[in-house]
């Protein structure tokens, strides 16, 4: 039999070395690659000491079914972004900047659900109590029956919660502060953080008891510490927003009980997180519907329509080079939206530098934005503003073609409750209704857009 070979693996990332090193190549974490015995892996290596296994049952795939119980809030823009609530048993993963509002977010949460009976234990690793009692008095939340803990040991910290009253809900604030007895690196260390996470994910399973568990994001805008702590947790969930305003948004990457195209937002005020039931309404709120080069594109994040402004400048370039800066929507993608709007339009874009912003600081991911961008682009160049009224929206292909985005009904719906006259769309959009008092300005390819936007 051949000599078991050892591998050397990344606790962060999981790359696998033929030997040791100080920096993993793939994920670029220090001190991470840890000597393993590969042989003692699944499917292989020697039959030395093995337990011999006991049968399980096989199921079938049709059987009794059961909803995943779930903790709702009653903060409907956190129980959208859940997808109906916190499931019992599971870990949730909320990442996000530091000073973004998460400890604000959790200390809204840990009241509304203790308000609402349940038992919850909040965990601070980073504050004093004294420090989370006087956030708490700030968020109106003092007089709730949470329960709070200083602590940064996962040991001690699942002695206390085995002591305590059954939580339904812990929240441990953050992960980058939990070390354990059972680990050897330093408190922080992406082992101490992974084994710390671990020891959580357990303690949710083996109690039912919802855990969140907070992770700061780096610059690099990953949670920091091992990214193998996203794929362990059940949901992972990014709390969002830009500098200088004041609304945040909750955004699902993942869920394994729920979608993860949703949102929740919110906005962030002296008393804490408001929730903001109509996010159209707020990106428009500063719209100046005079200006050439402003679209307002009718999107949707996950069942909800969201109106945004997209606002674009082109400008003759002084440089060899035109510059294209994008925020809040894909580079490529704008890049593509201009080789189309040159080759299929005759429209010139090669001496001209390019700025793209989506109003507000919100992000877009939608392929459905094309069609606003191109308005935006091709208003800016004529110098003629588009329509006040008129909302955009439609996926450009390569071909110049428009092509149709789903939920077109409830983006049209979405405009004309704003106010909002008419659209421009994607000729064939399966869902339109039959009656409505919006014009719909059906269209086949992107040359019909800029007739329309040049006339
Ligand atoms: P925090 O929840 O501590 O952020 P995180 O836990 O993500 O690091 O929020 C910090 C910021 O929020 C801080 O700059 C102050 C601001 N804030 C308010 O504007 N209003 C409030 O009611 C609270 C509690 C915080
Ligand atoms: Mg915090």
Avoid at 82 to 107: H, N
Avoid at 150 to 177: C, F, G, K, M
Avoid at 287 to 305: L, Q, Y
Wanted: aromatic share 4%; charged share 20%.
């Amino acid at each position: 039999m051949a000599k078991a070979k050892p591998s050397f693996i990344c606790q962060s990332c999981g790359a696998v070395y033929t030997r040791w090193q100080g920096k993993c190549e793939s994920c670029g974490e220090w001190n991470t690659v840890v000597e393993e015995n590969a042989s003692g892996g699944i499917g292989g290596g020697p039959q030395r000491g093995r337990r011999k296994g006991t049968p399980s049952a096989l199921l079938p795939l049709s059987g009794e079914l059961e909803e995943a119980p779930r903790i709702v809030s009653g903060i409907d823009e956190l129980d959208r972004a859940t997808g109906g609530g916190i499931v019992r048993g599971s870990a949730l993963l909320i990442g996000g900047d530091p000073g973004i509002g998460k400890s604000t977010l959790l200390m809204q949460t840990a009241a509304a659900l203790s308000r609402r009976g349940h038992s919850v234990v909040y965990v601070s690793g980073e504050e004093a109590v004294a420090q989370v009692r006087l956030r708490a008095q700030r968020l109106n939340a003092a007089d709730t029956d949470v329960q709070l803990m200083a602590e940064t040991n996962v040991e001690d910290i699942l002695a206390t919660l085995a002591e305590a009253r059954r939580p339904d809900l812990v929240i441990i604030d953050s992960i980058q502060t939990l070390w354990s007895d059972l680990a050897e690196s330093a408190p922080g260390t992406v082992t101490q953080v992974r084994v710390g996470v671990q020891a959580m994910i357990r303690f949710a399973k083996a109690s039912g008891a919802a855990v969140i568990l907070v992770g700061h994001v780096t610059k690099e805008g990953q949670i920091a510490g091992p990214r193998v702590v996203e794929h362990m947790v059940d949901a992972v969930l990014y709390f969002e927003g830009e500098g200088g305003h004041h609304y945040r948004i909750l955004r699902t990457v993942k869920n394994r009980f729920g979608p993860t195209d949703e949102i929740g937002v919110f906005e962030m005020g002296d008393l804490g997180l408001r929730e903001v039931q109509n996010p159209s309404e707020l990106f428009l709120g500063e719209r100046n519907e005079k200006a050439a080069g402003a679209a307002v594109f009718a999107g949707m994040e996950g069942t909800r329509p969201v109106l945004v402004e997209i606002q674009a400048l082109v400008a003759p370039s002084a440089l060899g080079t035109p510059r294209r800066a994008v925020l809040g929507w894909d580079q490529p993608r704008l890049a593509m939206v201009l080789a189309v709007l040159e080759a299929h339009c005759g429209v010139r874009l090669g001496q001209h530098d390019v700025y793209l912003n989506v109003a507000g600081g919100f992000r877009i991911s939608e392929p459905a934005a094309d069609l606003a961008v191109a308005a935006a682009l091709v208003s800016s160049l004529s110098g003629a503003p588009l329509p006040a009224d008129c909302v955009y929206f439609g996926e450009i292909s390569l071909s110049g073609s428009v092509r149709p985005v789903g939920q077109a009904a409830q983006r049209l719906k979405e405009a004309e409750k704003l106010g909002f006259r008419q659209a421009v769309l994607p000729s064939g959009s399966p869902d339109l209704p039959r009656t409505r008092d919006m014009v719909a300005n059906e269209i086949e390819a992107l040359p019909d857009l800029v007739a329309r936007v040049a006339a």
